[in-house]
């Protein structure tokens, strides 16, 4: 009996082939874990944005109307703004217990943008006797813009706070805030402060 194996031709048109095949499932492969990616990136960027927001508007809810003093022994109003061109907001918020710790039952916090990061210092107790924070905490990255406005009493936006010549203004009756951060679109959040009636903002 007569065998007929498989031509030099034969075998490199067989390998073209599997290699043609080869070669687009990688690519799919490639391009499914490419897609894989780009989704856990999004959904970890929504979770920060998210986590972030949560943070802001607790601390709003427990801002306190007191003053504090830094740590050269000089006062702070209760509620602070447009101070210098890194500080963002800086004011007295009240504290809950936390279990383990024993934290004096307020604190001051500072809100600065560094280097394109949205960083949240704390000073517990609110009087500091340092200068440095006793915690920092990266908010937000990439942070291309970010401001704030403020309702004072008359329901009036303004863009600092204290507002220029007003005494004793205490406390805003909400913060509005601007932020974009790098691919994604503006977004903004109005946040009211503990004594603020909601039906005193329009939507």
Do not use: C
């Not at 048109?13 to 690519?27: E, P, Q, T, W």
């Not at 490639?30 to 508007?57: D, F, K």
């Not at 403020?150 to 005494?167: E, I, K």
């Amino acid at each position: 009996m007569h065998h007929r194996g498989f031509t030099l031709l034969e075998l490199l048109v067989a390998l073209a082939i599997f290699a043609f095949l080869g070669a687009m499932a990688y690519g799919g492969l490639a391009a499914m874990l490419r897609t894989a990616e780009g989704t856990g990136a999004a959904r970890e960027e929504l979770a920060a944005l998210q986590r972030g927001l949560r943070l802001l508007e607790e601390d709003m809810a427990f801002v306190l109307d007191r003053q504090a003093r830094d740590g050269l022994g000089a006062p702070r109003p209760a509620f602070m703004s447009g101070t210098d061109g890194q500080t963002l907001l800086e004011f007295t918020r009240s504290t809950r217990p936390r279990e383990g710790l024993m934290p004096a039952p307020i604190e001051r916090l500072r809100y600065v943008l560094d280097d394109g990061n949205l960083i949240r210092q704390s000073w517990n107790p609110p009087d500091a006797a340092r200068l440095e924070p006793d915690m920092s905490l990266t908010l937000w990255r990439e942070v291309e813009s970010i401001s704030f406005s403020f309702l004072d009493a008359g329901l009036q936006s303004v863009t600092s706070w204290p507002p220029p010549n007003v005494q004793n203004p205490g406390l805003p009756r909400a913060v509005e805030m601007s932020l974009q951060l790098k691919g994604q679109g503006e977004l903004r959040r109005l946040l009211l402060l503990p004594d603020m009636p909601t039906t005193a903002v329009k939507p």
